[in-house]
C-alpha cells in the first residue's frame, strides 16, 4: 500500500507561491466588487430608460459577479473537500 500526502516543504518557493495566490484571490473579489458595482449600474439605466435588453445584461452581470466572488472566496473550500473525496477513494 502506497500513502502519499502533499509535501509543504518539499520544492523551494512554496511559501511565495502561497501569497501570490492569496493576492491573485484578494485582486477577483476586488474585480467581482467593481463588475457587481457596473453590472448594478447598467441594469438601473437599463431600467430606467425602458431598455429591456439593457437591463436584462446587467442582471446577468450581477448574478455572473456573484458567482465569481463566491467561487474565488470557496476556491479554497472546493480544493480540500474534493481533495476528500480523491482521497476516499
Known sequence: ???IDPNDSGLPGIEQL???VGAVMT???ILSVLALIIS???WAYGSNS???NLA???KIG???SCAAA???GAAVTLVNFFWDVGQGI
Open 62 to 64: 450581477v448574478l455572473i
Open 70 to 72: 463566491v467561487l474565488s
Open 1 to 3: 500500500m502506497i500513502d
Open 56 to 58: 436584462g445584461r446587467g
Open 27 to 29: 485582486v477577483a473579489l
Open 18 to 20: 502561497r501569497e501570490i
Open 50 to 52: 425602458s431598455n429591456p
Open 40 to 42: 448594478a449600474i447598467v
